[in-house]
């Protein structure tokens, strides 16, 4: 079987599987484990992503109001890899090449076409479902049960732990930070089995925008900044539009050394295998005391 996937989570599922020799495209963002990265890239954003957070997110909007898409498939190089099954996902126009892209990039091959399998990740029960879809697409029914087991005993003995610990602290996530954004979808699950109360995003739902006096106001216990599509350093360097707030000094979390980054990128920001890792990260932040996995994935700010 030919397999192309157009998000770096179902790359990821799709190794997590036992299935990478069977890859043979990939999208621009897909670039884990580091052996994949040889294969040929089948799409590109429409703008460049190398400005501040407030200029990607002027350019998503102008982008998405000029064009369909703010990413561009190349349809030549899909039809040139002749793949059999080609992974998307519908969940969000915004963060990946969405199953939208793909069909108009193949609609007008002749012949036979390949399935499209669509990934829709709004919640933690979503990933699950989404990794046995990609199992079942590729005939490797078996191996989507086994790989979905393990990631919910991992979850099981993390929330067990977590959950038992004393007073829960407040958690705030942010998925953008200009415009300041919360994290939704399956954070709000993940925090609440890490241990925490999360005060803004609701889990099933996309991240909203909310202010940032907000925030302020109610001055959680804990932030952890995870920009979607942004790694540490990108992060860090992003970090002054938060910093040159009058506010951001004062907030309890940053006096008591509970300010948070993270590899959005990496971890949290996509629905596959290293959402577990994710949740290991978010349980060492927020019950030092009972947990230490060792990641680097996250680092206390500034």
């Known amino acids: 079987m030919r397999i192309v996937s157009m998000i770096a989570s179902a790359t990821e599922i799709v190794c997590a599987l036992g299935l990478e020799e069977h890859l043979v495209g990939r999208s621009h963002e897909c670039d884990y484990p580091e052996s994949i990265k040889r294969l040929p890239c089948c799409t590109a954003p429409r703008f460049s992503v190398d400005g501040s957070s407030a200029d990607i997110d002027r350019l998503v909007k102008q982008t998405l109001h000029d064009s369909p898409s703010v990413y561009r ?24 090449v969405s199953f939208k892209d793909v069909e108009a990039a193949v609609c007008s091959w002749t012949g036979s076409r390949p399935h499209i399998c669509t990934l829709l990740p709004n919640c933690l029960a979503d990933v699950f479902e989404d990794i046995q879809r990609v199992a079942d697409a590729a005939e490797v029914s078996r191996q989507g049960l086994a790989l979905v ?3 919910r005993e991992r979850i099981r003995q993390i929330d067990e732990r977590a959950n038992y610990w004393g007073r829960k602290p407040t958690v705030a996530c942010l998925e953008w930070l200009d415009p300041v954004m919360a994290a939704g979808n399956w954070m709000p699950e993940l925090v609440a089995i ?5 005060l803004f995003g609701q889990a099933g739902a ?7 006096s907000e925030l302020v106001r109610q001055d959680p216990d804990l932030i952890i900044a995870m920009p979607c ?8 360097r992003e970090m002054s539009v938060l910093t040159s707030r009058p506010e951001f000094h004062r907030l309890r979390c940053v006096r008591n050394g509970r300010f948070w980054i993270a590899d959005g990128n ?7 295998p290293r959402l577990i890792e994710a949740l290991e990260m978010l349980a060492e932040a927020i019950v030092p005391q009972a947990f230490a996995f060792g990641h680097n994935g996250m680092e206390v700010f500034p």
């Open 73 to 96: 498939v190349f349809d030549d190089v899909l039809r040139e890899l002749q793949p059999d099954l080609i992974v998307t996902q519908s969940q969000c126009e915004v963060c990946a």
């Open 266 to 272: 990496a971890y949290f920001n996509r629905p596959g």
């Open 194 to 198: 890490a241990g925490g109360i999360n």
């Open 229 to 236: 599509g942004f790694d540490l350093e990108r992060t860090r």
């Open 206 to 212: 996309h991240s909203p925008y909310f202010e940032w």
């Open 149 to 151: 087991a393990g990631m």
